[in-house]
């Protein structure tokens, strides 16, 4: 995908508006297509003999997919739903500080709604401004 997903919470924005259905409609599109690319390449990359073998011996659509698709592209799905929950999690932090209304980490740590009372607060308080600058400069 050519531009990055957090690039268009703004666009959601406008159309959706501030709430949880603009974070969600972003973290999807964030996932979906490192999810969808790395599927295609799973079952590309199984060879054309497995299918024919398979069809030889009278195997139907459904035997296919459970007997040889499914498994010889498993391990790229898998890679993709890691590639894909990782971009869903930047996206969600980022697209968080833009759109949510009152809960959320982005949306905390963009408004320094830490706790105010612990024994960790010195050490929050001094690192919020970093993590906030450093997330909202992650690349799509």
């Not at 209304?101 to 963009?110: K, P, Q, R, T, Y």
Request: charged fraction near 10%.
């Amino acid at each position: 995908m050519p531009l990055p997903a957090v690039a268009w919470t703004p666009i959601f924005l406008v159309s959706f508006g501030q709430g949880d259905l603009t974070i969600v409609a972003v973290c999807f599109l964030g996932a979906f297509f490192p999810i969808l690319y790395s599927t295609i390449r799973g079952v590309r990359g199984i060879g054309r003999h497995s299918l024919w073998v398979v069809r030889s011996m009278g195997a139907g659509w459904f035997d296919i997919f459970r007997r040889v698709l499914l498994p010889g592209a498993l391990p790229t799905l898998i890679s993709g739903l890691k590639l894909g929950m990782a971009h869903s999690w930047r996206t969600l932090v980022a697209a968080e500080m833009l759109a949510a209304l009152s809960h959320g980490l982005g949306f905390m740590i963009f408004a320094d709604g830490l706790p105010k009372t612990g024994p960790a607060l010195p050490f929050f308080e001094s690192f919020a401004p970093f993590i906030r600058q450093n997330i909202v400069a992650l690349p799509g």
